[in-house]
């Protein structure tokens, strides 16, 4: 599971020597004056090809505010670590919806209270409903509709066009 043990945080996540390759490939294949870093354009096209969207003006505007002023793009090393954090990301957002689709049972888009219920006593048949109903509200639980939205959808803002690019 992509799950830490201490919690629902994603642990370090490493590419595998072909999907590097890759990287570095698309890197490559970006910088089309052979400077070694990526303009923003260059940088736009290379998310266009590893992940399949084009990044916000916002997207965009953090990874090149947080490049190294003294050069003209981003370096290959700086590049590498965004695409890396981008995949931890995604991994981790599909895990959870992943997790989410598993417990909506009736495929509603939204969990109840007792959906919630039965999903601790399937993993957790020993927490008692106190304990059950506070990390419920604690995710959300509207009590007037008595549902905690999808899961992914709290994860960011962005979460279904865009990842955020730390």
Not at 24 to 42: H, I, P, Q, T
Not at 143 to 149: A, D, L
């Amino acid at each position: 599971m992509f799950f830490s043990q201490a919690g629902a945080r994603p642990r370090m996540w490493e590419a595998s020597p072909s999907e590097y390759k890759k990287w570095v490939e698309v890197f490559k294949a970006c910088d089309e004056e052979n400077k070694g870093c990526l303009s923003r354009e260059n940088f736009k096209v290379a998310v266009v090809m590893l992940f399949g969207y084009k990044p916000s003006k916002i997207e965009a505007d953090a990874v090149m505010s947080s490049v190294d002023p003294n050069t003209s793009g981003i370096l290959l090393k700086e590049f590498l670590d965004i695409v890396r954090k981008k995949k931890e990301a995604q991994l981790y957002r599909n895990e959870i919806r992943h997790i989410f689709t598993a417990f909506d049972r009736h495929y509603r888009g939204y969990l109840t209270l007792e959906d919630f219920k039965k999903a601790f006593k399937q993993v957790a048949p020993k927490l008692s409903e106190r304990i059950i109903l506070e990390v419920f509200r604690g995710h959300g639980f509207e009590p007037r509709s008595g549902k905690i939205p999808h899961a992914a959808e709290q994860l960011s803002p962005c979460a279904t066009t865009a990842e955020p690019v730390l």
